[in-house]
């Protein structure tokens, strides 16, 4: 039996191409995990750190370490278990340093992060391909990268999203002063 408003439905869906309808759901799949229920306001709550490390790791060493790279110098782990950090440059130039820096000393240890640099910023992920998850790699790998923006006057948020270096304004003050003290 076909109310007025199902005809309705029935009539309108006729004229959308199915390809419309089935590509908006397969390219972008709701984000909810299998491995945490959805908490009170109906979000999926990400899945607990030890959840995440990979198989064969030492499951407390592991997710000590992250929480302190996360705690002390602004790395965060996504929902889907990378490891990742937001660095924020004063130039492309220091960019272009930086991501050059990380990649050769990740190349060293074969252990990679997936970049993308950007103006002023450089994004790092590490996650390890092999085992699945993160592994005491990813946490050296963090380190390192920690390492090489201090060469790059680097700076980032820490976990209450203060910034961990001069403030912005000052170090741009500072640079001015110099030159202006140039002869
Ligand atoms: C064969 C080669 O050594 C492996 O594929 C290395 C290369 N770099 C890597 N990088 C990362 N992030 N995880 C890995 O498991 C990994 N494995």
């Known amino acids: ?70 705690r002390d110098s602004g790395w965060k782990v996504l929902p889907d278990g990378r490891l990742h950090k937001l660095f ?25 992060p997936r970049m993308v640099s950007g103006y002023r910023m450089l994004i790092v992920r590490f996650k390890t391909h092999k085992p699945v998850g993160l592994t005491a790699n990813d946490v050296t790998g963090a380190r390192v990268a920690d390492e090489c ?6 700076r980032w948020e820490d976990a209450d999203g203060q910034s961990n270096n001069v403030s912005w304004k000052e170090s741009t003050v500072l640079r001015r002063i110099v030159v202006q003290q140039k002869p």
């Open 88 to 112: 924020k440059l004063q130039s492309y130039g220091d960019v272009l340093r930086l991501h050059t820096l990380i990649g050769k000393e990740s190349d060293k240890r074969n252990h990679h």
């Open 1 to 70: 039996m076909f109310t007025p408003f199902r005809l309705l439905t029935r009539t309108l869906a006729s004229h959308i191409p199915r390809r419309a309808l089935t590509r908006s759901f397969t390219s972008h799949p709701p984000a909810l995990s299998s491995a945490s229920p959805p908490s009170p306001e109906g979000e999926a709550s990400p899945p607990a750190l030890e959840t995440m490390i990979a198989k064969g790791e030492d499951i407390s060493f592991v997710s000590a370490d992250i929480s302190t790279l996360i």
């Open 149 to 154: 923006a201090g060469k790059c006057r680097a």
